[in-house]
C-alpha cells in the first residue's frame, strides 16, 4: 500500500518516464516510500535510483535519516 500511495499519489511520480526509472524489487520501492518526495525525486533525476537498482546504501545513510546521498 505504502508504494501505490507513494507513486500512484504523486503527478511527478507516477509519470511514466519517472515509473520506468524505478527497480523492480518490492523491498527497496518500500524503502524508497520512506524519503521525503522532493528528496525521492532528486535521486530519480540524479540516476541514484535505476531499474537495475537491487539494494540501497546500508546503515550508515539510515543514520542521518536519508539512504541517499542527497
Same mark, same amino acid.
Request: charged content about 25%; aromatic content about 6%; proline content about 9%.
Given at each position: 500500500m505504502? %508504494?501505490a500511495?507513494t507513486?500512484?499519489g504523486s +503527478?511527478e511520480l507516477? *509519470? /511514466?518516464?519517472?515509473?520506468?526509472l524505478l /527497480?523492480?524489487e518490492?523491498c527497496?520501492?518500500y524503502?524508497l516510500? *520512506?524519503?521525503p518526495e522532493? *528528496?525521492?525525486? %532528486?535521486?530519480?533525476?540524479?540516476?541514484?535510483?535505476? /531499474?537495475e537498482?537491487?539494494?540501497? /546504501?546500508?546503515?550508515?545513510?539510515? +543514520?542521518?535519516?536519508?539512504m541517499?546521498?542527497?
Amino acid at each position: 500500500m505504502a %508504494i501505490a500511495r507513494t507513486f500512484g499519489g504523486s +503527478q511527478e511520480l507516477s *509519470k /511514466p518516464t519517472t515509473l520506468s526509472l524505478l /527497480p523492480s524489487e518490492y523491498c527497496v520501492l518500500y524503502e524508497l516510500t *520512506k524519503l521525503p518526495e522532493d *528528496k525521492l525525486e %532528486i535521486a530519480l533525476a540524479e540516476g541514484w535510483v535505476r /531499474p537495475e537498482t537491487r539494494n540501497l /546504501p546500508g546503515e550508515e545513510r539510515r +543514520q542521518n535519516g536519508s539512504m541517499l546521498p542527497i
